[in-house]
């Protein structure tokens, strides 16, 4: 699980930058599984797939287009996707992007356990849990 202190967050948007470049080898932030929304003054929203234990997106998909692994990581099966959205409409924490070119709901899927926007993040604003 991935816990956000967004109190710590400068908007810097290391985290997207690492993400998309890990993903896609591309810098796109509209493409990637971490975003930063900037309101003024300067408060800074965080959000991901937190890889949570209440997994509701994956409970809300009614195409079984999603799965969770042993660790709680979500899994999407384009496939079966319909994009229908129930799935980002559930998460608790309004924290699934969706893809701009594909519009494939974006879960954050552990960069294979290298966790890009960790190891990124100046500020540590991310920190990730065993539970």
């Given at each position: 699980?991935?816990?956000?202190?967004?109190?710590?967050?400068?908007?810097?948007?290391?985290?997207?930058?690492?993400c998309s470049l890990w993903h896609l080898?591309?810098?796109?932030?509209?493409?990637?599984?971490?975003?930063?929304?900037?309101?003024?003054?300067?408060?800074?929203?965080?959000?991901?797939?937190?890889?949570?234990?209440?997994?509701?997106?994956?409970?809300?998909?009614?195409?079984?287009?999603?799965?969770?692994?042993?660790?709680?990581v979500v899994v999407l099966n384009e496939?079966?996707?319909?994009?229908?959205?129930?799935?980002?409409?559930?998460?608790?924490?309004?924290?699934?992007?969706?893809?701009a070119v594909s519009g494939f709901p974006?879960?954050?899927?552990?960069?294979?356990?290298?966790?890009?926007?960790?190891?990124?993040?100046?500020?540590?604003?991310?920190?990730?849990?065993?539970?």
């Open positions: 699980m991935i816990r956000v202190n967004a109190s710590k967050c400068t908007g810097c948007r290391l985290c997207e930058v690492a080898q591309e810098v796109n932030p509209k493409r990637s599984r971490v975003r930063v929304a900037t309101t003024w003054p300067w408060k800074d929203e965080v959000s991901l797939c937190r890889q949570c234990q209440a997994l509701a997106c994956v409970k809300a998909c009614k195409y079984e287009a999603l799965f969770a692994t042993d660790g709680n496939e079966k996707c319909t994009k229908c959205m129930d799935c980002v409409t559930a998460c608790p924490f309004n924290a699934v992007p969706v893809d974006l879960y954050c899927d552990t960069c294979n356990g290298q966790y890009q926007c960790v190891q990124w993040c100046p500020r540590r604003v991310f920190e990730v849990s065993q539970k």
